[in-house]
């Protein structure tokens, strides 16, 4: 079948780099690497690998790193190393 569909998505470069070069080890393009997900997708009916809703726990968790809530700076990887070990 033809292609006649252009998809266009925007990534980070670092994961494109890094699928790219996995891709190129198993001998696929990413355009490949697409279209077999998608057609995974279709033989699915859905999302070929589990996706979980974080729990209460996990959301509490992002938010506060989203917020920075409870972050310590250290100056020195020294700084780092007494916190860590007291």
């Known amino acids: 079948m033809p292609k006649t569909v252009m ?25 490949q690497a697409v279209t077999m997900f998608f057609a995974t ?3 699915f ?6 996706i979980y809703i974080p ?14 809530k409870g972050v310590k700076k250290f100056n020195t990887v020294k700084e780092l190393m007494i916190e860590l070990e007291g």
């Not at 998809?7 to 355009?31: A, H, M, Q, W």
């Not at 009916?45 to 589990?50: A, L, Q, S, T």
């Not at 726990?57 to 992002?62: R, S």
């Open 7 to 31: 998809l266009s998505t925007r990534v980070e470069p670092k994961l494109k780099k890094n699928v790219d070069e996995i891709f190129r080890k198993l001998g696929l393009t990413t355009s």
């Open 55 to 68: 729990n209460s726990v996990t959301k509490k968790a992002i938010e506060d790193a989203r917020k920075k």
């Open 45 to 50: 009916k859905g999302i070929p690998f589990k």
């Open 41 to 43: 997708v279709v033989n």
